[in-house]
């Protein structure tokens, strides 16, 4: 298990073993129209979330004291100044917006990373493990799948404090279950078959047979998994700040952005409705792409 | 199949045991003591604190806490409230029929809606229905839910001043309330347009909480059809002259029914957490806004309570599909 590391990274390339593999995947995945818009969509979120100090016309938390809930620049009142309108403390919608993608970002590529990662290694241990300690296993994913994964990312915030570190470790738990039983159903239906048998047979150690031999050919599915999960994240992380217990004033993420317009919603619109649809737009992308890479992993569900 | 039920009731006990277990400790994960924190601002003296630390039993060893707290749990004793002193059950059984209220009519929207436009969707299959539906169907998926509900209570209640923007009555009308669910008792009391208040203040949770659902059950029913419309005896059925009609509602549909029906029975956790997003803001007085009110009252008690009360029903409802399941289709009773 020593040599774990290092051999975990080697599957993740698998395009350099099969280099068929990738050109078709991208064959089946360029055929998907809504996919490939996705993609671009996620594409121009990342840039945007890399280059927002750059492209933002002012700083988020700047204060415009004389442009309090200015309209957008096409509303009577709005100026080019601010295109998108300022909130209700004069600061700039768009320049917020903009950096806002930056914590979405950062919110999904770190649940995902944390979940994805530990969920694979317990679902890869489950499988390989003794009956016991996977039922063990397996009985408490069971448990935290029972509560409803707001909730629950809810109580856990309130146990480690409101915070959006604290927030994307709630979210991380909460998702990690699903990696667990996808990885582990997968890897059951791998041992059996015969190429594992055959490897085991010339001598493969458990750790080989493990993260070489098992791992690369349950792949697919988990990386759908991704996905979506990016996509559960950012809707998570913004519920959570909307409800007060992600991210905090005067951070400009989506969802705390929403909480504090939401006394506003019926003075001006705008400070209500672009966040929300930032947030809808980025999840409907990244849902796209997930789609995209489903049928493009699994041709026979194609036909759905 | 009562082997089948009795290795679902098996895996059932230990799950339920873990639950009560995560339930227990939350008071005990909270950093620093429990008793300081849930006092908050306004501190502690020393005669309560004592007092405290013996009604909560932190003076004796952690697994005696756990026997005695298990030993409440199965007696239906949860704790107080800290801030109405009420028994954390009883509470949560006042406002369950709110939720409970809510869901349901959330639910029969995804179904009414989403059934019909699975089917339409599948059998128009890659043509234009299809497509609009199930584009539409992906952006109800990746909404915001509240962010919706902010955007229906600007243009439906603000703009078009069409529905109330928060809770269940409107404050003209008072009467008792045997069943809890306000539908059946706003008609009960007889008084006039009591029922259409009702109504109107269902109308924007109902939509906020079902659109999820409504997506999900769509796409799943569209999936499903797809499926069965490729079986053998849909051919059969089609060579023989039976209308598309009856093709497709009658031996098409009871059979994609299956996996739609599990799909809302397993749905009722997500229900369970849009409801605290809806009823917060609504100002729906259920279960969930219960929760999230708790929570920032440091009410400790009844988010223990409610967790524990919440998983188990949700347990208890995946339990109950699940032996449905195998009792509709005893292939999965092999497993």
Redesign the interface.
Known sequence: MASAPDTAAKPAAPSDERPGRLAEFWYYFRENR?AVMGMWVFIGFVFIAVMADLIAPHDPTQQFREHLLQPPFWEEGGDFTFLLGTDAVGRDMLSRLLHGARYSFYVGIIVVAVSALGGVMIGLFAGFAPKWVDTIIM??M??I????????A??LV????PSLTNAMIAIAVVLQPHYVRLTRASVLSERSKDYVTAARVTGAGIGRLMFITVLPNCLSPIIVQGALSF?TAI?DA??LG????GAQPPTPEW?TM?AEA?EF??RA?WV??F???A??IT??AI??MG?GLRDAFDPKLK?? | MLKYLFSRLL?FL??FF??TL?AFS?IR???GDPIIVMAGERGVSPERYAELVKQFGFDRPLITQYGDYLWGVVHGNLGQSFVTKKPVWDEFFALFPATLELSLCAMIFAVALGLPAGVIAAVNRGKFFDRALM?TA??G????I???A??L??VVS?WLGLTPVSGRMSLMFYFDTPTGFMLIDSLLSGQKGAFWSAVHHLILPTIVLGTIPLAVIARQT??AM??VL?EDYIRTARAKGLAPARVNGVHALRNALIPVITVIGLSV??L???A??TE?IFSWPGIGKW??DS??RRDYPV?QGG?LL???M??IV?LTVDVLYGYINPKIRKR
């Open positions: 809504g009985r408490v069971d448990i799948l029972a509560f409803p994964s707001l909730l629950l809810l109580v309130a146990i480690l404090g996509s809707l913004a519920a909307f409800l007060g217990m969802g929403l939401r919603i019926l619109w209500v409705t966040p929300g649809l947030i809808l999840v409907l849902n796209l789609d036909r759905s | 895996t230990p799950t873990g639950v995560i939350f994960l909270l950093p584009s992906l952006v998926y990746s909404m915001p509240f962010w919706w902010l955007l209570i600007i603000g569209r999936s797809l499926e490729s956790g997500t369970l957490a849009g605290i997003l917060t929760m999230v929570i920032f988010v967790l919440i998983a188990v949700v347990m995946n």
